[in-house]
């Protein structure tokens, strides 16, 4: 211990404290405010596309424009506003949740957060040079590849940045929660969302690097002229699609599952009730995660790959609806019997289940391969993956929103507006989505940037605008919500719903920089809520109060960070700028590699926080729960 | 007084609404999958409707329990009891994992059956074979055991299945007729085969279902089933009209051409001659729409050839401006085009 | 505090299990196997890339039976697997905390690797002159992508190895760096094995006609 400095580094303050922080709360806060930034510009493009829609032949936007729009809003609302949040909950609850004291690589946790937020601002970029990416979220070739605009490259590019960091991410939290564990928190007793971010690490971790090849690929063809997918040269444009979509499947899981893990949470919190089958829910997660992987080819059955291809695969995914049935029996089960109360967190809960279910019966429909002809790149299978990923997804991360935000800051959001917002953004969902269903059957392909009269879709489309604009006000007035509740001075109590089941809420207000003054004994599932009931106003705890060893802060991530963003944008600017290009990506470049090799020669072995400090907060967080 | 009387009216007018709602549900017959008028489509239906109703069966179960559970377990102001705490119940758990297997076997087995059944071309391959080739933006339809080659509007005998073969020229399209089969896609570099068939005469809207570009929205055509006498008699026309067109336009000639055939052999042929470079104008008087969505009319289709661009971005076909083609050729070329129609 | 929870064997003078006998060790540890996971699908989805466009779209006289150089690609494979081996002693000495012995195999490691990569550079120049080049078929685009993203993988294995020779010279082992060296050869064998699926799937495979 004599090499470590005893002393407390100073505590930088402001702007420098964000770009250098190593500490999983602080990086988690920054993940949710990114996500909620680009969620907003998604919805932005998700509001022009639908203006554009209101009726036929409107000239809002050109086919050009909305080309971009749906690509960007896709892209940008699954890789730059939901995985992010979700991870940021990963980041703000999962440490807590398992007794940690952070997570297993701090360094590497910061430089996943800089990656994905360096990505996302490259990838949004392309707007200012008049060339965002047109070629759908699903960017296939060779439409993608088509060298005339830009756009795909900072796609391409974008991703494969933001795309590096997720993939860290992921690796971090398997070996938090595998490693990082409080004595006595078992694998069997870990939380249901600690167990989800457990199983999406793991997706994260085999299906990114399909995506990571996919982009290669697409990179190679387009800046240095192979032919991968150019059938005049050999190529096969169907490659893409497969990378594409083991990719691609696999993700829709790491975005619901974490969310299945937030309902999970809140719904026997509320029901002051513990989950329904706990086990069952654990075995569920990990069958939705391994069959993930098993049925990539339904986003594929008009690509002509076969009856015997097409049935395989049509049963394969058929078999996912039942674990995920088995999970809404559980959360119904839950609630049976329990005392059930309805904050905008409960709200959200209870609403996503028969939305999602809708979203999962039209799934198993669109599984079975023959209907799917007709639903395939329809406004049916648009309706099937909005009431997925928004009944669903979108669902969970305001239900976590409103659920930890007292954690995350100490403060909490208004639960009047709050139910507002929600009432707007539930009645706006499903009206926006639900005619979509109908447009689809009727014969109305999505990605079409207007469409003609008299086919039988005025109406449809019309009510499907209307309630896009409730999603808008819904979301206007959440934004409002989240600066009051930060801007006011009202510091909530420790474990402020009363009934906290978990780790987390054993935690003073707000959340000291170690989390444990001492490392928690871990009792049982649900062990703060097994205290409770033993009398225990907290949980046990495994050690002695003593030195508490630090990671420092660092501004490296964000040094390599930048250097990767400038290296992704002089290579797409080599095109059209030359030799600047070249030189701006050559800069990138060198950034990094001098960042990485000091981050491998200059030793950090963090300090300590002495014990004389940690016994004055304890002692200070007593005086404060006496009043 | 008015607020109650207009109150009334809206009630009565209400399920008068809603009946208009449902109709708009079913969509036009023309496009609508919901209103089969092709035996794919048709099977495609009965299995849509299979799975739709195993589908509400378990919505139906589940909303049963959700709303009992969600009105009776309220906790009640100033009730601050512990409910038992359930860990979970193994029957009740085995029950609702076998029933959803069971339900999805009833829906597999005809998923399997109908899969297979959808992909058999060979019956359709004895009564016509019909090339498709999609291009940016639009379709060339080619019969090559008859010699005879059409764009945009695709022309089949009721009744009986014909087989589809679908590349494509450029990027990924994807040829649909919801009103007769469901889609499959042309990839370029590869084939694709599928079946088609009609069970009335008439005309169906065809869609292209795979985003191409920044035109993909504008990329319609026709399906048009004629009855077996019909259709014979249109391969037997085509091929004429077409014989008789080359003959005609050859540049022998040339000085027995009106002015619209001049402008069209001097501006047009080189690329809509073959129908492979772009549509096939042979027929282009019978046809129900300029480039696939535009109004069939004189004045579309001279917007159409001074700006294309205008109309459909992205598209391969040059503007004409007025010094390569004058108001008046225009107009003459207009006029000989529309009259372009089968005896 | 988690740092020294393991006692030094007092035979070597370290712990046993030197690699993973700090938390830091065995995260580290843990999370390379994820990473090695992860790279695994990387590389299956080079091959299966690869498999789809083996001589497609490759000229008369460029397919893969007429331009492979069997005899060159054999040594390569050679000097890699002993490198494989030669990294396997340098953590057995790592183990003995036999500083000596351990910085020895791990040069005789980067040499070997080192003796790989220019066997490739010929190679790939050797087939650049004859035309099959990057961008002359997707055959040739699939082949360097798959062989130049191994090819890649040894160079930054040899820099990585190399770095942390120079760091730890004179520092002997220590629970901080020997889980740093552990990973390292980790990544060597797992380097080694995608190269004996290359040596099949790509040149053994690509000899039949």
């Given at each position: 211990m004599g090499t470590h400095t005893m002393g407390m580094p100073k505590k930088k303050s402001g702007i420098m404290d964000w770009l250098t922080t190593v500490d999983h709360k602080k990086i988690g806060i920054l993940y949710i405010m990114s996500g909620l930034f680009f969620l907003l510009v998604g919805g932005v493009e998700a509001l022009m596309i639908r203006f554009q829609l209101i009726k036929p032949m409107n000239d809002f936007v050109s086919g050009e424009l909305f080309n971009q729009l749906i690509t960007m809003h896709g892209t940008t609302m699954i890789f730059l506003a939901a995985m992010p949040m979700l991870i940021g909950y990963m980041n703000a609850a999962v440490p807590l949740q398992i007794g940690a004291r952070d997570v297993a690589f701090p360094f590497l946790n910061a430089l996943g957060f800089w990656l994905f937020f360096f990505g996302g601002v490259l990838l949004n970029l392309s707007w200012f040079f008049g060339a965002a990416p047109n070629a759908g979220w699903t960017a296939y070739a060779p439409l993608s590849t088509v060298p005339e605009s830009l756009g795909v490259d900072f796609y391409a590019l974008g991703l494969q940045i933001s795309g590096f960091g997720t993939l860290m991410g992921g690796i971090n939290f398997l070996v938090t929660i595998l490693n990082m564990r409080a004595p006595g928190m078992k694998l069997m007793r870990m939380p249901l969302f600690t167990w989800t971010a457990f199983v999406a690490s793991a997706l994260i971790v085999f299906a990114f690097p399909p995506l990571t090849v996919g982009l290669f690929l697409l990179t190679f063809e387009r800046l240095f002229g192979a032919h991968f997918f150019d059938p005049a040269a050999g190529g096969n444009i169907v490659i893409w699609e497969h990378l594409?979509?083991?990719?691609?499947?696999?993700?829709?899981?790491?975005?619901?599952?974490?969310?299945?893990?937030?309902?999970?949470?809140?719904?026997?919190?509320?029901?002051?009730?513990?989950?329904?089958?706990?086990?069952?829910?654990?075995?569920?997660?990990?069958?939705?995660?391994?069959?993930?992987?098993?049925?990539?080819?339904?986003?594929?059955?008009?690509?002509?790959?076969?009856?015997?291809?097409?049935?395989?695969?049509?049963?394969?995914?058929?078999?996912?609806?039942?674990?995920?049935?088995?999970?809404?029996?559980?959360?119904?089960?839950?609630?049976?019997?329990?005392?059930?109360?309805?904050?905008?967190?409960?709200?959200?809960?209870?609403?996503?289940?028969?939305?999602?279910?809708?979203?999962?019966?039209?799934?198993?429909?669109?599984?079975?391969?023959?209907?799917?002809?007709?639903?395939?790149?329809?406004?049916?299978?648009?309706?099937?993956?909005?009431?997925?990923?928004?009944?669903?997804?979108?669902?969970?991360?305001?239900?976590?929103?409103?659920?930890?935000?007292?954690?995350?800051?100490?403060?909490?959001?208004?639960?009047?507006?709050?139910?507002?917002?929600?009432?707007?953004?539930?009645?706006?969902?499903?009206?926006?989505?639900?005619?979509?269903?109908?447009?689809?059957?009727?014969?109305?392909?999505?990605?079409?940037?207007?469409?003609?009269?008299?086919?039988?879709?005025?109406?449809?489309?019309?009510?499907?605008?209307?309630?896009?604009?409730f999603m808008g006000v819904s979301t206007i007035v959440l934004v409002v919500s989240i600066a009051a509740a930060l801007m006011s001075k009202e510091y909530v109590k420790r474990d402020v719903w009363g009934d906290g089941r978990t780790l987390e809420w054993t935690l003073p207000v707000p959340t000291p920089e170690y989390n444990f003054a001492q490392t928690p004994l871990v009792k049982g599932l649900d062990t703060y809520w097994l205290e409770k009931m033993a009398g225990n106003k907290t949980v046990s705890v495994s050690e002695e109060v003593g030195d508490i060893h630090m990671p420092n802060n660092t501004i490296l991530p964000f040094v390599m960070s930048v250097g990767l963003f400038l290296a992704g944008l002089g290579f797409i600017l080599r095109l059209d700028y030359g030799t600047v290009g070249l030189v701006v990506a050559l800069i990138g470049l060198a950034t990094t590699l001098v960042a990485m090799f000091l981050r491998s020669w200059i030793d950090d072995e963090g300090y300590y926080i002495p014990k004389s400090v940690i016994e004055e907060d304890l002692r200070l967080e007593a005086e404060k729960e006496a009043k | 007084m008015v607020v109650k009387k207009s109150g009334k009216m809206l009630f009565r007018l209400l399920p008068i609404g809603l009946m208009a709602l449902l109709l708009s549900g079913c969509g036009i017959p023309e496009l609508s999958a919901l209103q089969p008028r092709g035996e794919g489509a048709q099977m495609q239906l009965e299995i849509i409707k299979l799975s739709l109703w195993v589908m509400l069966f378990v919505l139906a179960i589940v909303?049963?329990?959700?709303?009992?559970?969600?009105?009776?377990?309220?906790?009640?102001?100033?009730?601050?009891?512990?409910?038992?705490?359930?860990?979970?119940?193994?029957?009740?758990?085995?029950?609702?994992?076998?029933?959803?297997?069971?339900?999805?076997?009833?829906?597999?087995?005809?998923?399997?059956?109908?899969?297979?059944?959808?992909?058999?071309?060979?019956?359709?391959?004895?009564?016509?074979?019909?090339?498709?080739?999609?291009?940016?933006?639009?379709?060339?339809?080619?019969?090559?055991?008859?010699?005879?080659?059409?764009?945009?509007?695709?022309?089949?005998?009721?009744?009986?299945?014909?087989?589809?073969?679908?590349?494509?020229?450029?990027?990924?399209?994807?040829?649909?007729?919801?009103?007769?089969?469901?889609?499959t896609d042309t990839n370029p570099g590869l084939e694709n085969e599928m079946w088609l068939q009609a069970q009335e005469a008439g005309t169906y809207y065809g869609k292209c279902a795979e985003l191409c570009g920044p035109s993909h929205a504008l990329m319609d055509f026709k399906v048009i089933a004629l009855e077996q006498d019909d259709y014979d008699a249109w391969l037997k026309d085509m091929k004429s009209a077409k014989e008789a067109e080359t003959k005609q336009l050859d540049a022998k000639n040339e000085k027995n051409w009106t002015t619209g055939e001049q402008v069209y052999a001097q501006n047009c042929l080189s690329c809509h001659g073959g129908g492979k470079v772009a549509p096939s104008l042979t027929n282009f008087g019978d046809r129900q729409r300029i480039a696939g969505y535009l109004d069939h009319d004189k004045e579309s289709l001279e917007k159409w050839i001074r700006n294309p661009q205008k109309e459909k971005q992205g598209t391969k076909m040059p503007g004409f401006s007025e010094d390569q083609i004058s108001d008046e050729d225009l107009s003459e070329l207009a006029d000989y085009l529309l009259d372009k129609k089968l005896q | 505090?988690?740092?020294?929870?393991?006692?030094?064997?007092?035979?070597?003078?370290?712990?046993?299990?030197?690699?993973?006998?700090?938390?830091?060790?065995?995260?580290?540890?843990?999370?390379?196997?994820?990473?090695?996971?992860?790279?695994?699908?990387?590389?299956?989805?080079?091959?299966?890339?690869?498999?789809?466009?083996?001589?497609?779209?490759?000229?008369?006289?460029?397919?893969?039976?007429?331009?492979?150089?069997?005899?060159?690609?054999?040594?390569?494979?050679?000097?890699?697997?002993?490198?494989?081996?030669?990294?396997?002693?340098?953590?057995?000495?790592?183990?003995?905390?036999?500083?000596?012995?351990?910085?020895?195999?791990?040069?005789?490691?980067?040499?070997?690797?080192?003796?790989?990569?220019?066997?490739?550079?010929?190679?790939?120049?050797?087939?650049?002159?004859?035309?099959?080049?990057?961008?002359?078929?997707?055959?040739?685009?699939?082949?360097?992508?798959?062989?130049?993203?191994?090819?890649?993988?040894?160079?930054?294995?040899?820099?990585?190895?190399?770095?942390?020779?120079?760091?730890?010279?004179?520092?002997?082992?220590?629970?901080?760096?020997?889980?740093?060296?552990?990973?390292?050869?980790l990544y060597w064998h797992f380097i080694d094995v995608v190269w004996v699926f290359i040596f099949s799937v790509v040149y053994l495979m690509g000899m039949v006609k």
């Open positions: 594409f979509w083991i990719f691609g499947h696999p993700e829709v899981y790491i975005l619901i599952l974490p969310a299945f893990g937030i309902f999970s949470e809140i719904i026997p919190t509320f029901a002051r009730k513990r989950l329904f089958g706990y086990t069952t829910m654990v075995f569920a997660t990990m069958l939705i995660g391994f069959l993930g992987f098993m049925v990539w080819v339904h986003h594929m059955f008009t690509v002509g790959l076969g009856p015997v291809a097409n049935a395989i695969f049509a049963v394969a995914t058929m078999a996912i609806a039942v674990p995920t049935g088995v999970k809404i029996f559980n959360w119904l089960f839950t609630l049976w019997g329990g005392k059930l109360t309805f904050p905008v967190a409960m709200l959200y809960s209870v609403a996503f289940i028969p939305s999602f279910l809708v979203g999962g019966m039209t799934g198993v429909m669109l599984s079975v391969a023959p209907a799917d002809y007709q639903y395939h790149d329809s406004y049916f299978v648009v309706a099937h993956f909005h009431y997925v990923i928004v009944g669903g997804v979108v669902f969970g991360l305001f239900a976590g929103l409103y659920y930890w935000f007292p954690l995350m800051f100490g403060k909490q959001l208004n639960e009047f507006w709050g139910k507002i917002q929600f009432w707007l953004f539930f009645i706006g969902f499903h009206l926006t989505f639900f005619p979509q269903h109908i447009l689809g059957l009727t014969g109305m392909p999505r990605r079409v940037f207007t469409y003609l009269p008299n086919q039988g879709w005025e109406t449809m489309n019309l009510l499907s605008s209307i309630g896009a604009g | 909303a049963v329990i959700y709303i009992y559970v969600l009105m009776k377990f309220r906790r009640k102001a100033g009730d601050n009891t512990v409910p038992k705490q359930v860990e979970g119940n193994h029957t009740l758990e085995i029950i609702w994992t076998v029933i959803p297997i069971l339900l999805l076997v009833v829906l597999a087995v005809p998923t399997i059956k109908t899969t297979v059944e959808l992909a058999d071309a060979k019956e359709a391959k004895k009564n016509e074979i019909i090339n498709v080739t999609a291009n940016l933006y639009w379709w060339e339809f080619e019969y090559p055991d008859k010699g005879v080659s059409t764009g945009q509007e695709l022309v089949i005998p009721v009744g009986k299945r014909v087989a589809v073969n679908l590349t494509s020229k450029d990027v990924i399209h994807s040829f649909w007729v919801p009103a007769l089969s469901g889609k | 505090m988690g740092h020294h929870s393991v006692p030094n064997n007092p035979i070597t003078g370290i712990p046993d299990h030197v690699e993973k006998a700090t938390l830091e060790g065995k995260n580290k540890y843990v999370a390379f196997w994820f990473f090695l996971g992860g790279e695994t699908t990387l590389f299956a989805s080079l091959f299966g890339t690869y498999i789809g466009l083996h001589n497609s779209g490759a000229k008369e006289g460029l397919r893969s039976y007429d331009i492979f150089e069997m005899g060159l690609v054999f040594i390569m494979t050679m000097l890699l697997l002993t490198s494989s081996l030669t990294s396997v002693l340098a953590m057995m000495a790592m183990k003995r905390n036999d500083v000596k012995k351990m910085k020895m195999w791990l040069i005789i490691t980067l040499a070997l690797g080192l003796a790989f990569l220019a066997g490739e550079i010929y190679e790939f120049n050797h087939y650049y002159h004859i035309g099959h080049t990057f961008t002359s078929s997707a055959f040739g685009s699939a082949f360097y992508t798959l062989v130049g993203f191994h090819g890649a993988h040894v160079l930054f294995g040899l820099l990585w190895i190399t770095t942390l020779l120079v760091r730890n010279w004179n520092r002997g082992i220590t629970v901080v760096n020997a889980p740093k060296f552990y990973v390292s050869s």
